[in-house]
């Protein structure tokens, strides 16, 4: 039973371009969200965060956008940059527990 | 400085050996998770210790068996390896409970 889900396995977008990577939850009770990045053969590192009593939180060209009532986050990248190519996962909890999305793959083209 | 770092990166082993997985964090947290990635991506948490303390244990064979000599480490001892076993193990750590989380950089376990 999945309770973060990020519907979109991949996706491309162009150097310079916004990158919106979306994640859903099912239960209403989650009040702290992760976004984390991955290359390949490395473990997962933290990029940002959210709690639930904000609907946005910003960190240079990262934006995360927090909907409650559609139990939605997604993540904007701008502008996009080749580097910025990896495994994004969304990871949501409340209290002692995360559950993480399977991740959506970003390619960025020079 | 590497925060979180466990060890082997990678490892081929038999069905039925036992082995180890060491995990260590220099970041003075408390909470130490083992969590496993599996061939569909999920990325699903096994053991959680805050304090030297079991906190979360899910339903994970008991083949598998947690170990934490003191709050900065966490190893993770696996018995009688069989091939579903395969997968990348990440041990993490956090300031506490519900806290951002921090991963080590994964263990890839083939068992052949």
């Known amino acids: 039973d999945q309770q973060v889900k990020q519907n979109s396995p991949s996706l491309s977008v162009q150097e310079g371009r916004i990158s919106i990577l979306n994640c859903d939850y099912t239960?209403?009770?989650?009040?702290?969200f992760l976004w984390y990045k991955k290359y390949p053969a490395e473990g997962p590192t933290f990029l940002i965060s959210?709690?639930?009593?904000?609907d946005k939180n910003e960190d240079g060209r990262f934006t995360v956008f927090l909907n409650k009532s559609a139990k939605h986050l997604s993540l904007h990248i701008v502008p996009s940059q080749p580097g910025d190519s990896a495994v994004y996962f969304c990871?949501?909890?409340?209290?002692?527990?995360?559950?993480f999305g399977t991740g959506t793959s970003l390619t960025v083209i020079p | 400085d590497t925060a979180v770092s466990q060890t082997p990166k990678y490892l081929v082993t038999q069905m039925g050996n036992d082995k180890s997985i060491k995990c260590e964090q220099n970041?003075?947290?408390?909470?130490m998770y083992w969590y496993k990635q599996d061939s569909k991506k999920f990325l699903k948490i096994m053991f959680s210790y805050n304090n030297k303390e079991l906190i979360i244990n899910e339903t994970v064979p008991n083949r598998f068996s947690p170990k934490s000599p003191d709050k900065a480490h966490l190893n993770l001892h696996i018995n009688s390896l069989e091939l579903g076993d395969s997968a990348v193990y990440f041990c993490a750590s956090s300031q506490f409970i519900g806290n951002t989380i921090y991963f080590g950089e994964g263990s890839w376990l083939t068992v052949v």
């Open positions: 970041l003075g947290h408390d909470t």
């Open positions: 990871a949501a909890g409340a209290g002692n527990q995360f559950y």
């Open positions: 959210i709690s639930s009593i904000k």
């Open positions: 239960n209403s009770m989650f009040d702290y």
